[in-house]
């Protein structure tokens, strides 16, 4: 089903019936046509009215959050927007509340259980165990999307500023490990890159270059063996002289003692 509060674009297709209405007008009898573009005009005027309504709707993103959340509880998108508003208002505490009964309720929001970490850390308060477990599992069983590592790296951010009172950093690797280990992860080059900053963070050099070199390798068959790189736009790279170039993004490339890095320009 078409979640319209959202997707006002999904309107689009009665284009199609306006055509149809629109020839059969055209090839009507005579004695028929005036009926036909009644018929036509009338049904306008419901899609107009109807379109206009919406679009009260659609111009307010508090209203629009309510509505969509109360009519489509199960939609992911309905609560992340709504939990948004409450927040974006001052009122973490109402958001908090909608992500941890998704979160509970099973919704079928991947990344619920990162959510309620993640006001958690906005609020200020403990981390609680039994979320922090909760989002393990998700990541280890569910399919991780890139809104899941950039709430992964909101919560690196939150953590090294102090603000999630005891979620610590082997915590947050723990959780990406948990995605590391799912068999049908995706979005892997995005968490080698947000580990490699999490490890630089801490002067981790030596993690830090294994973890990039993860994220740009290209490997294949069996036993794995590298056939080359990959750079950060998701495009194999090609050698270019001493070094490799992207070709969809023009960014340069050093390879040094078998481990990829941007190359350092003036």
Same mark, same amino acid.
């Given at each position: 089903?078409?979640?319209?509060?959202?997707?006002?674009?999904?309107?689009?297709?009665?284009?199609?019936?306006?055509?149809?209405?629109?020839?059969g007008?055209?090839y009507?009898?005579?004695?028929?046509?005036?009926?036909?573009? !009644?018929?036509?005009?009338?049904?306008?005027?419901?899609?107009?009215?109807?379109?206009?309504a919406?679009?009260?709707?659609?111009?307010?993103?508090?209203?629009?959050?309510?509505?969509?959340?109360?009519?489509?509880?199960?939609?992911?998108?309905?609560?992340?927007?709504?939990?948004?508003?409450?927040?974006?208002?001052?009122?973490?505490?109402?958001?908090?509340?909608?992500?941890?009964?998704?979160?509970?309720?099973?919704?079928?929001?991947?990344?619920?259980?990162?959510?309620?970490?993640?006001?958690?850390?906005?609020?200020?308060?403990?981390?609680?165990? *039994?979320?922090? *477990?909760?989002?393990?599992?998700?990541?280890?069983?569910?399919? /991780?999307?890139?809104?899941?590592v950039d709430?992964?790296? *909101?919560?690196?951010?939150?953590?090294?500023?102090?603000?999630?009172?005891?979620?610590?950093?082997?915590?947050?690797?723990?959780?990406?490990?948990?995605?590391?280990?799912?068999?049908?992860?995706?979005?892997?080059?995005?968490?080698?890159?947000?580990?490699?900053?999490?490890?630089?963070?801490?002067?981790?050099?030596?993690?830090?270059?294994?973890?990039?070199?993860?994220?740009?390798?290209?490997?294949v068959?069996?036993?794995?063996?590298?056939?080359?790189?990959?750079?950060?736009?998701?495009? /194999?790279? *090609?050698?270019?002289?001493?070094?490799?170039?992207?070709?969809?993004?023009?960014?340069?490339?050093?390879?040094?003692?078998?481990q990829? !890095?941007?190359?350092?320009?003036?």
């Amino acid at each position: 089903s078409l979640e319209l509060y959202f997707e006002h674009r999904n309107y689009a297709p009665l284009l199609g019936l306006a055509i149809g209405f629109a020839r059969g007008v055209v090839y009507a009898a005579p004695r028929w046509r005036i009926t036909a573009m !009644t018929v036509m005009l009338s049904w306008l005027a419901i899609a107009a009215f109807v379109t206009h309504a919406q679009a009260q709707v659609w111009s307010d993103e508090r209203l629009m959050a309510r509505v969509w959340a109360s009519e489509r509880p199960s939609s992911s998108r309905a609560v992340q927007l709504l939990a948004k508003t409450y927040h974006e208002s001052g009122d973490s505490d109402a958001a908090f509340r909608i992500f941890l009964e998704a979160a509970n309720a099973k919704s079928g929001d991947r990344n619920a259980w990162l959510y309620v970490l993640l006001i958690d850390c906005y609020r200020r308060s403990e981390i609680d165990v *039994k979320a922090l *477990k909760s989002a393990q599992g998700q990541l280890a069983n569910d399919l /991780p999307d890139y809104g899941t590592v950039d709430l992964l790296a *909101k919560l690196r951010a939150q953590a090294s500023s102090g603000k999630c009172l005891n979620l610590t950093h082997a915590e947050w690797f723990l959780l990406t490990e948990a995605w590391l280990s799912n068999p049908r992860a995706t979005h892997l080059q995005h968490l080698h890159h947000e580990r490699a900053r999490a490890f630089q963070s801490q002067r981790r050099f030596g993690e830090t270059v294994d973890e990039l070199a993860k994220a740009y390798a290209i490997v294949v068959g069996v036993p794995a063996r590298q056939a080359g790189w990959v750079g950060e736009a998701g495009h /194999p790279l *090609k050698q270019d002289g001493g070094g490799w170039l992207c070709p969809a993004s023009g960014r340069r490339y050093v390879e040094i003692s078998g481990q990829l !890095t941007p190359a350092v320009t003036d």
